[in-house]
């Protein structure tokens, strides 16, 4: 009786190290894979639906348009993203004429509800928001490797190759069109 509570015993001590070890694990991978492909408050980026409504404040009261950025947490293509894009040097210093946010669209049934007024189906999502609140979409297709370079109307233009050039031709003709969708 004795020998069979210590097997149990080491049993759950063996188990209980398992554990252990397999959540320093994630934790090595989350830290080594993930923090270092997120995009920064510090580089003036606002979060989740709290940040949102900072980021319109501060839209309306600079005058500067937004950056929507909605993704969902698991998304491996958003961390592409975010990595290779949105944390590139060229294309930080350009998004300083933006006040940027982004939410989650899967962080709960608020967020899920905001993120319906910035449709895809898929993400991620990258929208031009005016002041006024006006949006232009950009149509990222990240899986393709594409993104939705418009002309001089709202509808027309072609998709091109994502790359850090197209990402700001593709967000600053979503600027100028602005004013069309406001109407």
């Not at 989740?48 to 950025?69: F, T």
């Not at 293509?77 to 939410?103: A, H, M, P, S, T």
């Amino acid at each position: 009786m004795r020998r069979r509570n210590l097997s149990k015993a080491y049993s759950r001590i063996g188990l209980l190290l398992l554990l252990l070890a397999m959540s320093a694990a994630a934790g090595y991978i989350y830290l080594e894979r993930g923090l270092d492909r997120q995009i920064s408050a510090s580089d003036g980026w606002f979060f989740d639906l709290d940040g949102y409504y900072q980021a319109l404040r501060e839209s309306k009261l600079s005058g500067k348009p937004m950056l929507i950025y909605v993704r969902r947490k698991a998304c491996q293509r958003c961390l592409i993203l975010e990595k290779e894009l949105l944390n590139e040097d060229g294309i930080k210093d350009f998004l300083q004429g933006y006040v940027k946010v982004r939410v989650y669209s899967d962080q709960d049934r608020a967020s899920r509800l905001f993120s319906e007024n910035y449709p895809s189906r898929v993400t991620p999502v990258l929208y031009v928001q005016d002041p006024m609140e006006a949006k232009v979409s950009t149509h990222l297709l990240m899986a393709m490797d594409q993104i939705w370079v418009a002309n001089d109307e709202i509808g027309t233009g072609n998709f091109m190759h994502l790359s850090p050039l197209t990402l700001r031709i593709s967000i600053d003709k979503a600027t100028l069109l602005l004013p069309q969708a406001s109407k």
